[in-house]
């Protein structure tokens, strides 16, 4: 990517994408009840790649999928831009995160009947959107599959079909997108090619992407990392590398 085509950087102080405050989530286990998140509060901001961190059970999962509609909270808000999604009902929250919110999965979902192009444009044909040609070739060739849009998902690489996952997230330029382990079923080189993916996306294309992980070097490509404890919010970095994070999440674990 030349210096040509990197966009400016968003000034720090303009609206925050999404945001959540007070964010609380209760399970109710028989005569217990697990508090999956204690009262988060958090945002992101547009064109920034950040990073959900924490010990395993520390409620990262949860957060993800209450700021993405896909879990309803028990109190607190979540807004994405002005729209409060707390308390949308079924349909309007399906509508939401099919024209406003990306997603990747740590399982490609792709369908393999499917062309990688095909692949790519099958939401926007199911919401009967018009594709953005221009958008459409420069996605491609970020994430470098113009030699491997007519393949079946059976012919592409673990990293090339996740790499599919990422242009289909990317196509319709939405809000923001959430990333569950998107490197989890990778092997190192090809995840280290999907992260940078990532990377340049959000600062090319000014895309806000969220990712939870539990690996340092992955949230090492993050221009921020936020960790969770016990479901609150308790430490974040910037410019994180990957020594620095597992030095955090060490600290975490042993506290």
């Known amino acids: 990517m030349t210096e040509s085509t990197v966009k400016p950087v968003p000034p720090?102080?303009?609206?925050?994408?999404?945001?959540?405050r007070g964010l609380t989530k209760t399970y109710d286990t028989g005569d217990n009840q697990v508090h999956a998140l204690a009262g988060v509060d958090v945002e992101f901001h547009r064109g920034a790649f950040t990073a959900i961190m924490g010990p395993s059970g520390s409620g990262k999962s949860t957060l993800m999928h209450c700021l993405a509609g896909l879990d309803v909270p028990t109190g607190g808000t979540v807004h994405l831009g002005r729209t409060e999604i707390t308390g949308l009902r079924d349909a309007e929250l399906t509508l939401l995160r099919r024209d406003r919110i990306g997603f990747i999965f740590q399982s490609f979902n792709l369908l393999p009947m499917l062309t990688a192009?095909?692949?790519?444009?099958?939401?926007?044909?199911?919401?009967?959107?018009?594709?953005?040609?221009?958008?459409?070739?420069?996605?491609?060739?970020?994430?470098?599959?113009?030699?491997?849009?007519?393949?079946?998902?059976?012919?592409?690489?673990?990293?090339?079909?996740?790499?599919?996952?990422?242009?289909?997230?990317?196509?319709?330029?939405?809000?923001?997108?959430?990333?569950?382990?998107?490197?989890?079923?990778?092997?190192?080189?090809?995840?280290?090619?999907?992260?940078?993916?990532?990377?340049?996306?959000?600062?090319?294309?000014?895309?806000?992407?969220?990712?939870?992980?539990?690996?340092?070097?992955?949230?090492?490509?993050?221009?921020?990392?936020?960790?969770?404890?016990?479901?609150?919010?308790?430490?974040?970095?910037?410019?994180?590398?990957?020594?620095?994070?597992?030095?955090?999440?060490?600290?975490?674990?042993?506290?």
């Open 12 to 20: 720090v102080d303009a609206p925050p994408v999404v945001v959540a």
């Open 117 to 255: 192009e095909q692949n790519i444009m099958l939401p926007s044909q199911i919401a009967r959107r018009g594709v953005d040609k221009q958008r459409f070739d420069h996605i491609v060739d970020v994430v470098g599959l113009r030699d491997r849009l007519s393949h079946l998902p059976a012919k592409l690489s673990g990293g090339q079909q996740q790499r599919v996952a990422v242009a289909r997230a990317l196509l319709n330029a939405p809000e923001v997108v959430y990333a569950d382990e998107p490197t989890g079923n990778l092997d190192s080189r090809s995840g280290a090619e999907v992260l940078h993916f990532l990377r340049d996306s959000a600062r090319d294309l000014h895309q806000t992407i969220v990712m939870v992980t539990h690996d340092p070097v992955a949230a090492s490509y993050a221009d921020r990392v936020v960790f969770l404890r016990d479901g609150r919010l308790v430490d974040e970095v910037t410019e994180p590398t990957a020594e620095l994070v597992s030095a955090r999440l060490l600290k975490l674990e042993e506290a």
